[in-house]
């Protein structure tokens, strides 16, 4: 009869134990849903299977479109903003971001006399940029 009260023994501090790591791992998922939004922003020609192809710092005049790709982590459920930027002008497009990991890409026509550096930035819903890159289009000297 002793042999079985010690398995209930042993088992006590454990069963006291599991709702302390219960709600250590509650407490650690809900950080994981309000965490920190990153992205993985490149710059290319194209999107191929829903990676980037032709990713690069610089393009040539006549590259015709560009697309910037992202892979957002913890940032499901919102609306990020990607804003293209040459000189004075603004060209934002919203992207609805449906999971994390969660890939989207944006595209802007590149005009050939719109040379020079483009910014491209990612923007959280409160408008704070995420992320930025800037890349050259055509000869800028």
């Not at 040459?86 to 919203?94: A, D, I, K, L």
């Not at 992320?131 to 000297?141: A, F, I, K, N």
Request: charged share 20%; glycine share 12%; proline share 8%.
């Amino acid at each position: 009869m002793r042999v079985r009260t010690i398995p209930l023994l042993v088992g006590l501090p454990l069963l006291a134990a599991f709702p302390l790591a219960q709600g250590a791992l509650a407490q650690g998922g809900a950080e994981d849903e309000q965490g920190t939004v990153t992205v993985e922003l490149v710059i290319a020609t194209g999107v191929e299977d829903r990676e980037p192809v032709g990713s690069g710092e610089s393009f040539p005049a006549d590259v015709g479109r560009l697309f910037a790709w992202l892979r957002v982590t913890d940032g499901a459920g919102q609306t990020l903003r990607v804003v293209w930027i040459h000189g004075e002008n603004r060209f934002p497009v919203s992207l609805e971001i449906g999971g994390s990991p969660w890939r989207s890409w944006s595209s802007k026509q590149i005009p050939p006399e719109w040379t020079g550096p483009w910014t491209v930035e990612v923007q959280a819903p409160d408008g704070s940029v995420i992320q930025s890159t800037t890349v050259t289009v055509g000869d800028d000297t």
